[in-house]
């Protein structure tokens, strides 16, 4: 309150708004023009993720098979009086701990849930970032599952898709 200094200046209104109206209109189109360059980045990772899926899923008996049977040769080398039905019992459910059917079935329902939330025109970040945080559970669980080295990669590299996806939708919220 000491010194009190007034300016009047003159400030074209119209000037004012236009450049303003001028600011947001880029601001919009360069968000749309991300939004649209993400989606193809969202839709070719998600196309990524789904060929590994099927080429797991397709594995999936094989390796179900063979973990089974290796199981059987290493408990008969060990013990020969062993009771066959227990060990069977024991196969069966160490079959079931390492099955990935119901992670395959969670992770096709995910990916089909985020491309339709993607081809939405105005789509929700907060349920796209959700499926994606589904989906990294999914995948994450596929990868511990898996002890085959082939098919364990290829479930990591679901796994880094899905958290580069993560990482994208972070930041566009």
């Not at 300016?7 to 209109?25: D, E, I, S």
């Amino acid at each position: 309150g000491i010194i009190k200094s007034e300016q009047k200046t003159l400030v074209n209104q119209n000037l004012l708004k236009k450049t303003f109206k001028a600011a947001l209109n880029e601001l919009l189109e360069n968000r749309k023009a991300e939004g649209e360059k993400i989606n193809k980045t969202f839709i070719s990772k998600i196309s990524k993720i789904q060929n590994n899926l099927a080429k797991i899923s397709k594995s999936n008996p094989k390796l179900t098979k063979l973990r089974a049977e290796t199981l059987n040769k290493k408990v008969k080398m060990l013990c020969d009086n062993l009771d066959k039905d227990r060990l069977e019992q024991e196969v069966a459910m160490l079959v079931l701990k390492h099955d990935v059917a119901e992670e395959i079935e969670r992770i096709d329902f995910h990916l089909s849930s985020l491309t339709k939330e993607l081809s939405i025109k105005n789509g929700s970040g907060k349920k796209i970032d959700f499926i994606l945080q589904e989906l990294f559970r999914e995948t994450s669980t596929l990868s511990v599952k898996i002890d085959h080295p082939a098919y364990k990669q290829i479930a990591l590299n679901m796994k880094l898709s899905v958290e580069e996806m993560r990482e994208q939708a972070q930041n566009i919220e």
